[in-house]
T-cell receptor
């Protein structure tokens, strides 16, 4: 049973436009959520996180929104740049149980 | 560079051989994690340490897998009698326990078992 789901395997967006990546989770004990970006043959790079006590966190071009009632979070990238092309992983953690639980990732392609 | 480092970056081995991977965490981090990632999947948790204590190892994939962190600094992950199904990217991450903790990943070791 997958506790973190990223239902879109891929997404293409034009440069300068908004990219929206979605993530759903099933475990109501998750209280901290993270987004990682991964280039081929490299480890995941931390992008942004959000605690379950918040509904929005912003860092430059990246904003994460959390809707706890819907068990849904999204990552917005504005404006999208070609260098943003990568696989984005959503991850969640129940702080009483340490391991991160990852989704399968969404491959973002930003087209110039 | 003060990030998480892993060695080797790539390893090709023959089935049945033993392999060992090393991870050096960010120096002030007391937690160290091992994950495995296969094609089309997100990273899958294997085990973790707080300082030198291995606090969770039930998710190690079989008894052929073992990990150590003898002095609470670097860690090693060993796979004995490798099988073709062990081919994957092995990722190490570290964090500083402070409630909501962000884990920072190394570049990974890509293992190919022939």
């Amino acid at each position: 049973d997958q506790q973190v789901k990223q239902n879109s395997p891929s997404l293409s967006v034009q440069e300068g436009r908004i990219s929206i990546l979605n993530c759903d989770y099933t475990n109501s004990m998750f209280d901290y959520f993270l987004w990682y970006k991964k280039y081929p043959a490299e480890g995941p790079t931390f992008l942004i996180s959000i605690s379950s006590i918040k509904d929005k966190n912003e860092d430059g071009r990246f904003t994460v929104f959390l809707n706890k009632s819907a068990k849904h979070l999204s990552l917005h990238i504005v404006p999208s740049q070609p260098g943003d092309s990568a696989v984005y992983f959503c991850a969640a953690i129940d702080s009483g149980n340490t391991p991160l639980v990852f989704g399968k990732g969404t491959r973002l392609s930003v087209i110039a | 560079d003060t990030g998480v480092s892993q060695n080797p970056r790539h390893k090709i081995t023959k089935r049945g051989q033993n392999v060992t991977f090393r991870c050096d965490p960010i120096s002030e981090h007391n937690r160290l994690y091992w994950y495995r990632q296969t094609l089309g999947q997100g990273p899958e948790f294997l085990t973790y340490f707080q300082n030198e204590a291995q606090l969770e190892k039930s998710r190690l994939l079989s008894d052929r897998f073992s990990a150590e962190r003898p002095k609470g600094s670097f860690s090693t992950l060993e796979i004995q009698r490798t099988e073709q199904g062990d081919s994957a990217m092995y990722l190490c991450a570290s964090s500083f326990r402070s409630g909501a903790e962000t884990q920072y990943f190394g570049p990974g070791t890509r293992l190919l078992v022939l």
